[in-house]
C-alpha cells in the first residue's frame, strides 16, 4: 500500500464534537502517523485533497452474522459452506463500501473467514469473531424443533459430543462452558458470546427465558478473563440482562426489553449494550414473505413493540450503546437503516459515538480503531456533508463516501 497524505480536512476524532479544521494527516504503514494543522511533507505519498469535507473514522458494526445466509436459520445448515462463504463475501463486500471498516461477527465466525480477509482474497472489512456461541439444551442456539430426538454429534463423527450447528455449540454445566470456552479462544475468537436469555430465531424457548446459571456465567467470565478479553450475552429481557452483567458480562447484544431500572444498573456497571433495530423492523415487515418460520414472527412482532422503548431507556440511563444489525439472509442491505432507526431516539453525535469509540472501548481496542489519532489503524472516511449535522448522509449506502481508506488501502477514492 502507498504513503496517504489528506490536506484540508474537517475531523471528526470519533468523540468530540467540536472538529478542527484545515488538518493535515499522514498515513504510512496501514496507520496513523502524524495529524497537524500545519502543512505536513510526505514526498513519495499520495495527497488527497478533502477539501473541507468531514474525515471520519471508518465505521464499525458491532452484531454481525457473516454465513446467516438465509432468515430462517434452521435451513443455513443444509446450504452448505460453499453457499455461506458466498453470502459472507456478498455480505461484508457490501459492508465495507457502506463505510464499515470493521465488524464483529458474534456469531459463526472463524479463523477460515478471518484469513481470507487477511490474505486479499476478497475486499471487507477489518474482522473480528467470537466462534461459536455458547448455548445451554433448549436455549437460543439449539435450533432442534420440539419434536426432534436427542441427538449428540462431535466434531470428530463419534456419539457422545457436543451437539453444533454452524452458529452454536450446545454446552451444559460448569466442565463443559469451560471447555467450550477454551476451545473456541484456541481457535482464534476474540472474545466468546453466549446464550444469556430465549431468542427470536430459536423455535423452542420463551423469548422472556433466562439461560445459563449463574456458576457457568461466572466460569466463562472467568476463562475470558484469563485470555484479557470479555464475554458477549444475547440477551432480550431485563432480568436476563441484570443477572449477565452482575455475573461479569462486558457486551449486551439485543437488550431489548430493558426497563429504567436495568438500564441504570448496566450504566452504574459499566457494561455495554449493542442493539439491533434493523434487523427487528425487516423481520417484522417481510420475515413471512421470507420464510421466517410462524413461531418465530409472533416473537420478533412481541420485541418490535419495545425495541424503541427499550433503547430511550438505554439513552436516559447513559449506558454505553454500540452500533450492530444483526441482519440475516437477503436483508444485509439494510444495514445502514440502522442509522435511520436510532436517530428516533439519539442525536447524530451519540450515533456517531456508537459506531465509531463507543464500540472500540467494548471490543477493548481504544487507540486503535474507531478514532482519528496517531498510532491508530488508518481506517478512514471523508463524508460529503456533515454528518454531526445529517445523520441520514451515512444511511445511503455509502454514496455520500468520497473517500474508503481500510487500514491505509483506499478502497475507494473520487478525490485528488
Known sequence: ?????????????????ECAEGQWIRVA????????????????????????RTLMPGLIDAHVHAFASDVAVQKIDAMGEAYRAAHAVRMLTHALHCGFTTVRDVGGGNHSLWRALADGLFQGPRYLYSGKILSMTGGHGD???????????????????????????IADGVDECIRATRDELRQGAHCIKIMGSGGVASPTDPIWMNQYREDEIRAIVNECTERRTYVSAHCHPASAV???????????????LIDDDTAHFVAERGAFVVPTMSIIFALVETGKQLGFPA???????YAFKQAIVGMDAMRRA?????????????????????????????????????ATSVAAEMMMMSGELGCIAPGAHADLLVVDGDP??????????????RTIVRGGAV??????
Do not use: W
Open 1 to 17: 500500500m502507498s504513503d496517504l497524505l489528506f490536506k484540508n480536512a474537517r475531523v471528526f476524532d470519533g468523540t468530540n464534537a
Open 29 to 52: 504503514d496501514g496507520r496513523i502517523q502524524e495529524m497537524s494543522a500545519q502543512p505536513l511533507v510526505a514526498p513519495t505519498a499520495r495527497v488527497i485533497d478533502v477539501g473541507g
Open 143 to 169: 435450533m432442534r424443533q420440539i419434536e426432534e430426538r436427542p441427538r449428540y454429534q462431535a466434531a470428530c463423527g463419534c456419539d457422545g459430543g457436543p451437539l453444533f450447528n454452524t452458529f452454536a455449540v
Open 242 to 256: 441484570r443477572r449477565s452483567v452482575e455475573f461479569g458480562v462486558r457486551s449486551i447484544e439485543h437488550g431489548t
Open 295 to 301: 413461531q418465530s414472527q409472533a416473537k420478533a412482532e
Open 318 to 354: 447513559g449506558v454505553k450503546v454500540c452500533f450492530g444489525t444483526d441482519l440475516l439472509g437477503s436483508t444485509y442491505a439494510q444495514q445502514c437503516r440502522e442509522f435511520t432507526l436510532r436517530s428516533e431516539v439519539f442525536t447524530p453525535i451519540d450515533i456517531l459515538r456508537q
Open 388 to 401: 454531526l449535522k445529517d445523520i441520514s448522509l451515512l444511511a445511503a449506502d455509502g454514496r455520500n463516501l
Open 411 to 416: 478502497v475507494k477514492s473520487d478525490l485528488h
